[in-house]
């Protein structure tokens, strides 16, 4: 039986030159009294299209590590309560978008009420869709990502402006263009080839190679633009294809590439941005024949484990091609490390280890071994 499931965001606003706009409308969509979440890097982004349009801000929370650590959740928290904060304006990637998630869910826990979140979004990873956010767990002796799903705590709204990611360093805009192919493909994991995540994922991944393929090597975005080599309609397009890859959460569930992923981020702290690059090519031909024949969605011309290859040959020689580490060495990455890796992905994610078929525990050492 097939289901869909739908979360509860209200309104996403998309296109060039919207930004500014859909800020000083924010009352319109019940967004009073926001904080924002970010980070220095974006200073200038904030200080251009948030401040001289949001009138009623309360407030800024500006100290938001990587792999959203528990204690800059708890400062987040605190950040919101003395402020008297009512909804939480979140201007950054997926550790911006997590720790806002956190902070709403567990303003929920603690005084009863969720904060509405708008998401500003400059990666492409596409969390601003989801009800999915990670906290890394630091008291303990060995650092852990865990994970929540928590529906109500999905973005209220959401913008998507090429403004957003003009300035995003050229590493991590195009390494979270792969995160997001990795979205759409895991999210086939457990649905079918005529689910509307399936269609949606499809169109996604398209976008996104559409793009990437012709992306220019080297040069940071803004060079890139003032020469012509790619335009603002470009960057609409891969944050469009963002979304699609994204576009039912709530229905799908994730698999090895991002648990191999929590772990090398949350407990080693690998870029969570790059881990995608090293892990999905590998990932989508060791689970072949879990997925079967569901991977033809992305190319249609192949059948089952030529499929998977041909989308997993993809993804690596794009990877490779915009210059992005494909490898764990590429990242100085302890290989003495791969073992606890191992022991993480078994104790905590065994569904996900299982997508690998039998003699799991050979296969997923062999696994990371070629990632390393």
């Known amino acids: 039986m097939e289901k869909l499931d739908f979360l509860p965001q209200e309104k996403v606003i998309w296109g060039r030159q919207v930004l500014s706009d859909a800020m000083a409308s924010l009352a319109r969509y019940g967004i009073e009294k926001p904080i924002v979440f970010s980070v220095g890097p974006l200073n200038d982004l904030r200080r251009a299209f948030v ?16 792999h959203v650590p528990d204690f800059a959740v708890r400062l987040g928290m605190q950040a919101c309560e003395e402020s008297g904060a009512r909804s939480i ?13 956190a902070v709403s869910h567990f303003h929920q826990v603690k005084h009863g009420s969720f904060l509405p979140i708008v998401a500003l979004p400059t990666t492409l990873s596409g969390s601003e869709f989801s009800h999915y956010f990670g906290v890394t767990e630091t008291l303990s002796s060995v650092k852990f990502k865990r994970s929540y799903a ?11 402006d090429p403004e957003l990611i003009r300035g995003t360093p050229r590493v991590l805009l195009l390494s979270s ?3 997001g192919i990795d979205h759409a493909v895991e999210g086939m994991r457990l649905v079918g080839a005529d689910h509307p995540h399936a269609i949606m994922a499809a169109s996604g991944v398209r976008r996104f190679l559409d793009v990437l393929n012709m992306w220019p090597a080297e040069i940071v975005t803004e060079t890139a ?15 469009l294809a963002a979304w699609q890859s994204y576009f039912f959460p709530a229905s799908v569930v ?15 702290g ?15 031909s060791a689970c072949a024949a879990f997925y079967g024949e569901k991977l033809r969605i992305f190319n249609d011309a192949a059948t089952g484990r030529e499929a998977a290859n041909l989308l997993s040959g993809d993804v690596q020689t794009t990877v490779k091609r915009l210059g992005l580490p494909s490898r764990l060495r590429e990242v100085e990455f302890d290989r003495g490390n791969l073992s606890k890796v191992r022991d993480l992905l078994i104790e905590n994610y065994p569904r996900e280890v299982a997508d690998l078929g039998g003699d799991t525990e050979q296969k997923l050492a062999s696994l990371l071994d070629g990632i390393w």
């Open 177 to 179: 263009a792969i995160k």
């Open 254 to 268: 994730y698999g090895l590439s991002h648990r191999i992923g929590h772990i090398l981020g949350g407990t080693f």
């Open 51 to 66: 401040e001289p349009y949001v009138k009623d801000a309360v407030g800024e929370f500006l100290d938001l590590p990587p």
């Open 89 to 101: 304006i979140a201007l950054g990637g997926g550790s911006v978008l997590d720790a806002a998630k």
């Open 270 to 284: 690998v870029p969570h941005s790059l881990t995608s690059c090293m892990t999905l090519g590998p990932v989508i």
């Open 150 to 160: 928590v529906r109500e705590i999905a973005p209220k709204l959401v913008v998507i």
């Open 225 to 239: 633009l003032e020469a012509n080599l790619v335009s603002l309609d470009d960057l609409l397009q891969l944050q």
